[in-house]
T-cell receptor
Framework: EAQVTQNPRYLITVTGKKLTVTCSQNMNHEYMSWYRQDPGLGLRQIYYSMNVEVTDKGDVPEGYKVSRKEKRNFPLILESPSPNQTSLYFC?????????????FGAGTRLSVL | AQSVTQLDSQVPVFEEAPVELRCNYSSSVSVYLFWYVQYPNQGLQLLLKYLSGSTLVKSINGFEAEFNKSQTSFHLRKPSVHISDTAEYFCAVSEGDSSYKLIFGSGTRLLVRP
């Protein structure tokens, strides 16, 4: 089954404690992206990756890091989480080329930073 | 700058009544348009898309949306809603071949009452 898998689904942490949210896709997609969803703001892009070892900032990258060492994985790293990073996070992936822009989303990770 | 506006944050409607969820966008270039649906505690699922061709696009569960270039709109409609349609609906835009990034509206919560 084609899917984007995020882990964990729920996470409660404290300010300053480094954490990683994993994202994996099994569709051999080149493009991967992270979004955060906040009430009344919709989804905003944090970082994206066009392919292995190619990453770039989205609209709200401050406080986040990413890496793309393998095509299927795109982890989101919060080196020193703060309460304003409490949010619902989504990973997405898509092909580039003919079917591009049709992005497939993971089930989401709800993060609370105390 | 590219943006997406969903004016209605919440739309309550009775079961079997028609519904329209509004979406307007601003862009100076050609766009691809999407509606995503998020059921409670789930990730985003693609509901329908406009890439090119016929301006009226339909989903398998009775929703339809029409791309209106002159009014820069992509409103979502359903002639008769069901309780199971209760969800949050996001309109999203990408700037065609030049970008893989999705710009989301703030979302509209559709609440279907018996």
């Amino acid at each position: 089954e084609a899917q984007v898998t995020q882990n964990p689904r729920y996470l409660i942490t404290v300010t300053g404690k480094k954490l990683t949210v994993t994202c994996s896709q099994n569709m051999n997609h080149e493009y991967m992206s992270w979004y955060r969803q906040d009430p009344g703001l919709g989804l905003r892009q944090i970082y994206y990756s066009m392919n292995v070892e190619v990453t770039d900032k989205g609209d709200v990258p401050e406080g986040y890091k990413v890496s793309r060492k393998e095509k299927r994985n795109f982890p989101l790293i919060l080196e020193s989480p703060s309460p304003n990073q409490t949010s619902l996070y989504f990973c997405a992936s898509s092909r580039t080329g003919e079917a591009k822009n049709i992005q497939y989303f993971g089930a989401g990770t709800r993060l609370s930073v105390l | 700058a590219q943006s997406v506006t969903q004016l209605d944050s919440q739309v309550p409607v009775f079961e079997e009544a028609p519904v329209e969820l509004r979406c307007n966008y601003s862009s100076s270039v050609s766009v691809y348009l999407f509606w995503y649906v998020q059921y409670p505690n789930q990730g985003l699922q693609l509901l329908l898309k406009y890439l090119s061709g016929s301006t009226l696009v339909k989903s398998i569960n009775g929703f339809e949306a029409e791309f209106n270039k002159s009014q820069t709109s992509f409103h979502l409609r359903k002639p008769s809603v069901h309780i199971s349609d209760t969800a949050e609906y996001f309109c999203a835009v990408s700037e065609g071949d030049s970008s893989y990034k999705l710009i989301f509206g703030s979302g509209t919560r559709l609440l279907v009452r018996p």
